[in-house]
């Protein structure tokens, strides 16, 4: 491949990243598939532009949508033919979710998950060690305390703030 052969595939592959930077997760619709971490890499295999995803939660029954609305832009776009590509190992973290996909979140009124705690490689804690408050996205206060293990959906759980008394979710670091 020629250095202009080059430069025209990758023109193509960013065109498809712009594409993508613009299709919400179809659950929260105010954060892209890329800032969710959903997109993990946009390839050409031929005149087929491949498109890698790594579904959040397993089981998330959002996957075939999130394929679907990915394939439907990228098409609308006149960037296809198009393939999805499902890879689940490594799994989705939520350490994939960009700065600017936190922030959005708390817009929205969802508080957005922390680091996710004690890697594997760590020493095993053997005190139960104290989960850090999750803070209201509202007011900010962070006596909240949590309602339900699920939400909405299996990757959130239900809060209620008791400094405004507004429940809220919170997405779950995994
Ligand atoms: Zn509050």
Same mark, same amino acid.
């Given at each position: 491949?020629?250095? $202009? ?10 065109? #498809? ?14 954060? &892209? $598939? ?10 050409? &295999? ?7 995803? @790594?579904? @959040? ?28 590509? $499902? ?20 817009? =929205?009124?969802? #508080? ?8 594997? #490689? ?18 900010? &206060?962070?006596? @909240? ?7 909405? @959906?299996?990757?959130?759980?239900? =809060?209620?703030?008791? &400094? ?11």
């Amino acid at each position: 491949m020629n250095a $202009l052969e080059k430069e025209a595939v990758s023109a193509r592959v960013q065109a #498809a990243w712009a594409v993508l930077e613009q299709v919400q997760d179809p659950e929260i619709p105010v954060i &892209s $598939l890329c800032d969710l971490g959903v997109v993990r890499e946009v390839r050409e &295999s031929g005149a087929l532009l491949e498109v890698v995803l @790594t579904p @959040t939660y397993s089981g998330c029954p959002a996957t075939e949508v999130i394929a679907h609305d990915v394939k439907t832009a990228l098409e609308a776009a006149q960037l296809g033919p198009v393939a999805t590509v $499902l890879q689940r190992a490594p799994a989705w973290t939520t350490d994939w979710i960009s700065a600017k996909g936190k922030a959005a979140l708390r817009e =929205y009124g969802i #508080a957005p998950p922390g680091p996710v705690p004690l890697a594997d #490689a760590q020493p095993i804690c053997i005190t139960r060690r104290r989960q850090p408050p999750v803070p209201c996205p509202r007011c900010e &206060s962070t006596r @909240t305390e949590r309602i339900a293990p699920f939400g909405s @959906t299996p990757c959130k759980a239900l =809060y209620r703030c008791l &400094s405004c008394h507004e429940p809220f979710e919170h997405f779950k670091p995994i």
